[in-house]
């Protein structure tokens, strides 16, 4: 089963940047809509940005302005560049890809649109972050 590798993961401080990766073999993402959700312990998950195969871009409120989607054909690899961060975005990053655009936007506009991760054509494992001083 394919798989979906993120990382760049890691501690920021309040008001750091990180950029995250997703990357995978076998398979050319550029085929996908990508999207990248998070999780934090006791929270709901929240989709925090989603790319659609034509290149169209949606986020929710609660990171527009600090989060951006995008992809890199040539690698392969799709980024998630977080600026600004605040502790209140310490969780667990996941990227899932799937080869239909409205299902995939959907994670982006409604959590209770997020399906379980084997829902997706594919999913990665998650990468960590913790925004803390």
């Known amino acids: 089963q394919l798989q979906l590798v993120e990382s760049g993961g890691g501690l920021v401080q309040p008001g750091g940047s990180l950029t995250l990766s997703c990357t995978a073999s076998g398979v050319t993402l550029d085929h996908f809509a990508i999207g990248w959700f998070r999780q934090a312990p006791g929270k709901e998950r929240e989709g925090v940005a989603c790319l659609g195969r034509g290149g169209s871009t949606t986020y929710p409120d609660s990171v527009k302005g600090r989060f951006t989607i995008s992809r890199d054909g040539a690698k392969n690899t799709v980024y998630l560049k977080m600026s600004n961060l605040r502790p209140e975005d310490t969780a667990v990053y996941y990227c899932?890809?799937?080869?239909?655009?409205?299902?995939?936007?959907?994670?982006?506009?409604?959590?209770?649109?997020?399906?379980?991760?084997?829902?997706?054509?594919?999913w990665g494992r998650g990468t960590q972050v913790t925004v803390s001083s």
């Open positions: 899932v890809a799937d080869g239909f655009d409205t299902t995939l936007r959907a994670m982006c506009e409604a959590p209770q649109r997020i399906l379980a991760l084997d829902r997706y054509d594919y």
